[in-house]
């Protein structure tokens, strides 16, 4: 077996270990574009989703800009290319901005969504016998630092009144968890769709818990000092896009669907099951409720000793952007 796998970590005994992959580890930031005319806004995405989305609900059209879109696995490495300047704007969890706040990052959160949690989940092998986080005392658990998953995981824990060095953490990437869980190699795998979505399809995972009741999570749009200085009315029409993108697709689940599987080689019955639970509300605006939220995650992460002391994360929230519905 791996020795990383097999190796007891205690979280905080190395704040910086535990930052997100820098910019060199993170995939091309060349990708399609969209408009033809105007200053260019370079936006990241997580596997396709939110060009997908706009594309799918017609929000693509017309633009009095360009879009430069740039694709990633999952947050970190995107957050890693904002705070570079490689890019402009992106979204990511809660989970993951606060790891980047934390390490002293200027970068500021302009806008959230609300998060249901149910495509947040914690999965098993399907023949496993753990039915609760007290069966994973002892065993292995991987999930992205940082991540969505990654506070899952700590929320389940402080739900059964249990600390992180009760389990094995495995930090791994997506793909390489995936195959762990399959293999055996890890007993179990905090991860969102369409990821969680594809190991319950094709590889018969079981999901043992989700965010939803758990923990409370928000999205946020993460924009740099530059783009917040150059570029506010190309964010703020892209955000109002992506809003009303988000509010078509609640009601018209198949199409997305369709055009996410299309779009990104997603199997469209992985493709269906992620649309109906990726259930998002975009806010007009940042509200006191968004920052009391990701406050909590902030705590979480600091009394797990994640991040080395607590966190303000009104200091990184810009609550100036009112988006049109």
């Not at 020795?3 to 930031?29: H, Y």
């Not at 969209?34 to 939110?50: A, E, H, I, N």
């Not at 979505?197 to 965010?211: K, N, P, S, V, Y």
């Amino acid at each position: 077996m791996n020795t990383f796998l097999s190796r007891r970590t205690v979280l905080g005994a190395s704040f910086f270990s535990l930052l997100p992959l820098p910019l060199e580890a993170a995939p091309g930031l060349s990708g399609p574009v969209d408009g033809s005319s105007g200053p260019t806004l370079f936006v990241g995405d997580q596997k396709g989703g939110v060009r997908s989305l706009l594309r799918a609900a017609g929000q693509l059209t017309q633009l009095p800009y360009r879009i430069q879109w740039a694709s990633f696995p999952v947050g970190a490495p995107l957050i890693s290319a904002i705070a570079s300047g490689a890019l402009d704007f992106g979204y990511v969890g809660d989970a993951t901005a606060t790891f980047t706040f934390a390490s002293g990052s200027s970068l500021k959160a302009i806008s959230a969504w609300h998060v249901d949690g149910k495509s947040n989940a914690l999965l098993v092998p399907r023949n496993s016998n753990v039915r609760s986080m007290r069966d994973l005392i002892g065993r292995r658990v991987a999930f992205v630092k940082g991540s969505p998953g990654h506070l899952l995981v700590l929320a389940a824990l402080q739900s059964e009144s249990l600390d992180i060095g009760q389990i094995v953490q495995a930090p791994l990437a997506a793909a390489n968890a995936r195959m762990a869980l399959s293999s055996g190699s890890i007993d179990a795998w905090a991860i969102w769709d369409p990821y969680a979505a594809t190991a319950e399809l094709e590889d018969h995972a079981r999901i043992l818990l989700t965010a939803h009741g758990l923990v409370n999570e928000v999205e946020c749009g993460i924009a740099s000092d530059a783009a917040i200085a150059k570029k506010r009315a190309e964010l703020t029409d892209f955000m109002s896009r992506v809003g009303k993108a988000l509010a078509w697709g609640v009601a018209h689940l198949e199409e997305r669907a369709l055009a996410f599987s299309h779009d990104t080689g997603t199997p469209l019955d992985i493709a269906r099951v992620s649309s109906s639970r990726m259930v998002m509300t975009a806010l007009p605006s940042v509200t006191d409720e968004v920052i009391a939220i990701h406050q909590k995650v902030a705590d979480l992460y600091q009394s797990a000793r994640v991040i080395p002391s607590r966190l303000n994360v009104a200091d990184f929230y810009d609550r100036s952007f009112l988006i049109p519905a």
